[in-house]
């Protein structure tokens, strides 16, 4: 049986007022937050889990470049900074050299790969190891935020990633975590990059190497961040194998 009153109602000959909110602002912000928390940290495993497209590899002959280990190939081409500044925008091109790298394991073998297994040297002496996506579109991002004039009641929260190279291999080992926290403090800063920024940095992930274990040829963009760049400078990128030893290209125009 249902026992609800209407507002207006009455019972027992008095009127019946409807029930007034409870002050829970408190509870509904803090849940607020938490549902904002887990939709940022969907967000990051979303971007994370579709940057392994790529490009399509072209035959190891039609790179500037191409050397063979024992159990596979590396090609390598510079893009050149016009295409760099159509593809990206121009400031990726004066900031950085944009090489694209094929990756071809031999048949019944499956390699390892990541950024920090490439290293860009010049002519000029200068030595560079890629950026991440996130690092190449902070040039679209701002600097220097202006943070809110008061402490606020706030909640934080969100993923974590780092690496370190370990002493026993000699290669880059990599670990995600997660952190949240509620206090007093100032919010993290808004970067106003917007859309065009987020659009960038979802195009180079995209477009970039892909990373990780793979028994399957594949390709993309690795960005080498530069001090200036030097008209006629040549280049030459180090693949550091991940059993021990490194291999050179050439990457002469």
């Known amino acids: ?4 009153l209407e507002a207006g109602a009455r019972s027992n000959g008095f009127p019946v007022e409807p029930l007034a909110p409870r002050k829970n602002s408190r509870i509904v912000r803090m849940l607020i937050r938490c549902a904002l928390i887990l939709a940022g940290a969907f967000a990051v495993l979303l971007a994370y889990a579709g940057e392994s497209a790529g490009v399509i590899p072209q035959d190891s002959s039609r790179y ?19 295409r760099t500044g159509k593809l990206f925008t121009s400031d990726v091109g004066k900031r950085y050299i944009v090489v694209e790298v094929a990756v071809y394991p031999k048949p019944g073998h499956k390699v390892d790969i ?16 890629p950026a991440n996506p996130e690092e190449v579109a902070a040039i679209w991002r701002q600097t220097k935020p202006q943070l809110p004039n008061r402490v606020q009641d ?12 370990n002493p026993a291999t000699g290669r880059a080992e990599h670990a995600w975590g997660t952190y949240a ?3 007093m403090g100032y919010p993290l800063p808004v970067y106003s990059g917007g859309p065009g920024a987020n659009a960038l940095e979802a195009k180079i992930r995209s477009l970039a190497l892909p990373k990780g274990l793979t028994d399957r040829a594949i390709a993309g963009y690795v960005f080498f961040p530069i001090s200036k760049r030097r008209k006629g400078d040549v280049h030459e990128i ?12 050439s990457l002469a125009r």
Do not use: C, N, W
């Open 114 to 129: 990541h950024l920090l297994d490439f290293e860009l040297k010049s002519a000029s002496g200068e030595k560079s190891r």
């Open 238 to 249: 180090e693949y550091f194998q991940p059993g021990g030893g490194s291999i050179s290209l």
């Open 154 to 165: 706030v909640a934080q929260g969100g993923a974590a990633y780092g690496s370190a190279v």
């Open 181 to 183: 926290g509620e206090g």
């Open 1 to 4: 049986m249902d026992f609800t």
């Open 64 to 82: 500037q470049a191409h050397r063979d280990t024992d159990d596979t190939t590396i090609a390598a081409s510079l893009l050149p900074p016009d």
